[in-house]
């Protein structure tokens, strides 16, 4: 294995392990990441440290405050409820466009996404969480328009810590999507509009209560 091969498993591992700690609030908002640290705790250098540091910025997991430092980054609850009310607004479109587009193949493959259920501890719910933005983001491919695809996973890289759930295997059997696909599968604009409001208003009152129930201590509802 070549040095630079080394330095991106090396990164590729970094961030693996600090995505999912932030998911499951090892590290709390507006927590402190101090590369050096980081670099001790991984036995790595502080090179891929700090590149797994940007993609994570990108994510909207970290944020860069020049001459201050990385940190884990804090939503305002009137944030949260934007990103919320767009993600409704982009699934909306892209499963009303996709009704009409979406072929039997990329049926097939939304079915398997979620075959086989999981259980509570973190590795399965960091997965379910994965196996969800694939389905909507398929889905929003299906609709034809890559741009929406592509804004609708960044959405869903903004709104990933909040998927995160005492009662992770609760959330996966009653978000499978079944519903959904079964919409998709009868050509129906109306019906899958349906079935996503239907999932995307659950999704919406288990977060805002999780929030509310786990968190709201250290949330403020303005910016």
């Not at 978000?175 to 899958?192: M, S, W, Y």
Request: aromatic residues 4%.
């Amino acid at each position: 294995m070549t040095s630079s091969e080394q330095r991106d498993s090396a990164k590729d591992h970094v961030y693996s392990q600090l995505r999912r700690a932030i998911m499951m609030s090892h590290y709390r908002p507006g927590e402190r990441l101090n590369p050096q640290e980081l670099a001790q705790q991984f036995d790595v250098s502080v090179t891929p440290v700090r590149e797994a540091l940007q993609v994570l910025e990108q994510e909207g997991l970290v944020s860069i405050k020049p001459r201050s430092g990385h940190y884990v980054t804090h939503m305002t609850l009137k944030e949260l409820l934007d990103w919320l009310d767009l993600r409704q607004i982009l699934e909306v479109a892209s499963v009303e466009r996709a009704a009409t587009h979406i072929t039997d193949e990329q049926l097939d493959q939304l079915e398997k996404i979620h075959a086989g259920y999981s259980g509570d501890d973190e590795e399965s719910i960091e997965r379910y969480i994965s196996e969800n933005r694939r389905v909507h983001c398929l889905i929003a491919e299906a609709s034809g328009n890559e741009q929406l695809a592509e804004m609708l996973g960044q959405v869903h890289d903004r709104l990933a810590r909040f998927m995160v759930s005492s009662h992770g295997g609760e959330i996966m059997l009653r978000f499978r999507h079944d519903d959904l696909i079964q919409a998709l599968r009868t050509r129906d604009p109306v019906e899958a509009r349906r079935a996503m409001l239907d999932e995307l208003t659950n999704m919406r009152l288990m977060t805002i209560e999780r929030v509310i129930r786990e968190e709201s201590g250290s949330w403020q509802v303005g910016a």
